[in-house]
């Protein structure tokens, strides 16, 4: 497997342009088939006429109003999620970190049944999905600073007990809620890109990081390798971890507001990008943004189309597809 | 070339007493040898030179100016640090590992180099494990592993080399080796300063010895006052026989 690594450094600048050209191709068809397929298929005739300012006025309303803005959608949660796991692992020198492992997205779950469960609808679920994934945040490292020390074991630990005890008041509100509000925040639950409209700023933020990983991207390379080794080559350490955990709950919250709770993105993207490309963050980085997406819009592609007319949580897809992926790459990795 | 100086230094290991604080300056073309039993603090001594710990007590200078008020680039670009114990993250190529030794010298927006790459290969090669460039750095033995982390250090070029136990793992060949590379770096202007658990390698590559003892007391000076055998008996607690074999003296535990 690692005879097709190629080390990044040997190559230059010239060495990220062709893997993510490629990864940034698959994500353009992956946008057009998202845009085509669903409970009525547009032509390939129908979407070349409209992306030209044609078309009629029913595919136009389908194309642009609905299945674009879902599939960008779509495209900035996947890529938001996959940025978080893949800052998240070099954080905690853990390929098993992701946000959903550390609980932020349980604070999210947990905000955003509660605005549910209150009645509350719309932009307060999403704010309160946001409080949630923060305060999460803020749990998770305050009670792993502990009295000092912040090993990054410690930070996994407290963050999977966190997880786990907001998967309790999960289950504890679908308990104690009305029986007509269960199926949507059931649907919330396992992650949903039905009302996801406005991919805006999620996909702004996805910019932004993105650009941010290639100036930081080598002292991540050497964080990676452990703090003090890190310390002892020049990164200033603590800022630097502090600003990872920033952007990666903030990436997640994110992610949480635009479509619930998806597993697996942030946990298997990475995992599969480093197998083929090494562990450069100069490349892994955009590289996650870019296959996280593309994941994501077929996933959501599938959803919409397996069981048409009807809609499938998407979160119930990435699980499904996820799952035996992670388990097949970790049996065969040595 | 770099003087690391430290003024009444009392290195912070948790629950000790202060006991002697360390007066002294690594200068250029020195090889400092710190030998101590089990426990004694010459980790916690060689990290707190590097400045990745606090000391309790007492100022440390880098060619005059505070330590703790230089930013960590700036100290990385001067001082190199050979860890003791290392730990695998992600897989990483040898390669790879060799070149982040050059961190410190590229601004956040470069690329490595050829230059770079030359220079990481060359310590690769001094160290004797160019023919593993490709490997995984999990695949190693440990002598390997020494071996790729001292590389590492020699691509990062430091003025001030601080190595702890640099000849753990080794066989005896490249013990010799890696003590002559770093006399090698010394006699070229750098400051040289080992942990050591061999009394003879220190007494055949070292100039000055510093010994630090369990209780916090220490003592430094040229090798010769340092290493004679009422001393170092009671440094470990052990009865050393003693001979003179190829112009050094060779310290043997008896029982």
Known sequence: MHAARHSLAAVGHRGLAFPLGLLALAALAALALSVAVGSVTVTPAELWEVALGGGDALSRTLVLELRVPRAL???????????????????????????????LSGGAAVGALA??????????????????????TLLVFGLAHGTGSWTPARLLLTGVVVAAGWGAVVTLMLAVSPAERL????????????????????????????????????????????????????????????????????????????????????????????????NDQRL??????????????????????LIAPEQLPVGVITALLGVPTFLYLLYRSR | MSRLEARELVIDVPGRRDGRSLDLSLEPGQVWGVLGPNGA????????????????????????????????????????????????????TVRET?????????????????????LAEAALERLDVAHLAERLVSTLSGGERQRLAIATVLTQAPAIWLADEPTNHLDLHHQTAVMALLAEQARAGSAVMLCLHDLNLAARWCDQVLLLYPDGEACWGPRDAMLVPGALERLYGQRLATAEIDGAPVFVPVR
């Open chain 2, 41 to 92: 603090g010459k980790t916690t001594l060689l990290h707190t030179l590097a400045g990745l710990r606090a000391p309790r007590r007492g100022t440390l200078r880098l060619d005059g100016e505070s330590l703790s008020a230089l930013s960590r680039r700036r100290v990385a670009r001067a001082l190199g640090l050979v860890f003791q114990e290392r730990q695998d993250g992600f897989p990483a």
């Open chain 1, 115 to 136: 605005a549910m469960l209150a009645g509350l609808g719309g932009l307060v679920i999403s704010g309160s999905a946001f409080a949630g994934a923060l305060a999460s």
């Open chain 1, 284 to 305: 892994i980085l955009p590289a996650c943004a870019l296959a996280g997406g593309t994941l994501l819009m077929l996933a959501d592609a599938l959803a919409r189309t």
């Open chain 2, 98 to 118: 060799a070149l982040i030794g050059r961190h410190p010298w590229l601004s956040p927006w470069q690329m490595e180099g050829g230059e770079d790459l030359k």
């Open chain 1, 183 to 278: 199926p949507g925040m059931l649907y919330w639950l396992m992650g949903d890109l039905s009302y996801a409209r406005t991919p805006g700023y999620a996909l702004a933020l996805l910019l932004g990081v993105c650009l941010l990983a290639f100036p930081l991207g080598r002292s991540l390379n050497v964080l990676a390798r452990g703090a003090l080794q890190a310390a002892a080559l020049g990164v200033a350490v603590r800022p630097l971890e502090w600003a990872i955990y920033v952007a990666a709950s903030l990436l997640t919250a994110m992610a949480v507001t635009t479509a619930g709770s998806i597993g697996f993105v942030g946990l298997v993207v990475p995992h599969m990008l480093r197998l083929v490309l090494g």
């Open chain 1, 73 to 103: 959608s779509a495209f900035a949660t996947g890529g938001l999620l996959a940025l978080a796991g893949a800052l998240m692992q070099v954080l905690l020198r853990n390929p098993l970190a992701d946000p959903y492992v550390l609980g």
